[in-house]
T-cell receptor, first 112, second 113 residues
């Protein structure tokens, strides 16, 4: 059972464009949604996160848009740079557990 | 300096053997985790520990046994290795007991021949 789904699996954008990565979830108990960025050969690192009480979170050029009713969220990467090329994971966690569930990831390539 | 140390970085083992993956964290966190990443199942949750106690176990096989000798250590013993165990194993830690923000090590890439 895939509790967190991501799309697309891979995405290519030109430098300067906005990349949009999508995520949806099934479990209504999830209330915290972090996005992690992973470069080859490294572990994932927290990029930005949102709680379900908010519908938008911005940090630098990264913005999360959250729709609780539809159980989906998206990560917008504004003015994408080649250095943003990485795999991005949407994740979710909720009360009562010690488990963060990850989506399958979106591999982003920013072409110069 | 890396705050979560995983050793070794690369590991090659033969089918049927046993290996131990080492993880130490120096972030002062009280919760630690193991995740596995492969082409088939990216970032699959395995175990979570809080204050050296097992909190959640999503690994069906008893061949995987976490070992916590100290609060900041969580090793992973894998017995009777199979080629399907080939993956990168990530250790992570968190401050809050709910495991909200995870901090990952750089992983141990295990290849079972």
């Amino acid at each position: 059972q895939q509790q967190v789904r991501q799309s697309p699996q891979s995405l290519t954008v030109w430098e300067g464009e906005t990349a949009i990565l999508n995520c949806s979830y099934e479990n209504s108990a999830f209330d915290y949604f972090p996005w992690y960025q992973q470069f080859p050969g490294e572990g994932p690192a927290l990029l930005i996160a949102i709680r379900s009480v908010s519908d938008k979170k911005e940090d630098g050029g990264f913005t999360i848009f959250f729709n609780k009713r539809e159980k989906n969220l998206s990560l917008h990467i504004k003015d994408s740079q080649p250095g943003d090329s990485a795999t991005y994971f949407c994740a979710a966690s909720g009360t009562g557990g010690y488990k963060v569930v990850f989506g399958s990831g979106t591999r982003l390539l920013v072409s110069p | 300096d890396p705050k979560i140390i995983q050793k070794p970085k690369y590991l090659v083992a033969v089918t049927g053997s046993e290996k131990i993956l080492i993880c130490e964290q120096y972030l002062g966190h009280n919760a630690m985790y193991w995740y596995r990443q492969s082409a088939k199942k990216p970032l699959e949750f395995m175990f979570s520990y809080s204050y050296q106690k097992l909190m959640d176990n999503q690994t069906a096989s008893s061949r995987f046994q976490p070992q916590s000798s100290k609060k900041n250590h969580l090793d992973l013993q894998i017995t009777a290795l199979k080629p399907d165990d080939s993956a990168t194993y990530f250790c992570a830690s968190s401050q809050a007991d709910r495991g909200e923000t995870l901090y990952f090590g750089s992983g141990t890439r295990l290849t079972v021949l």
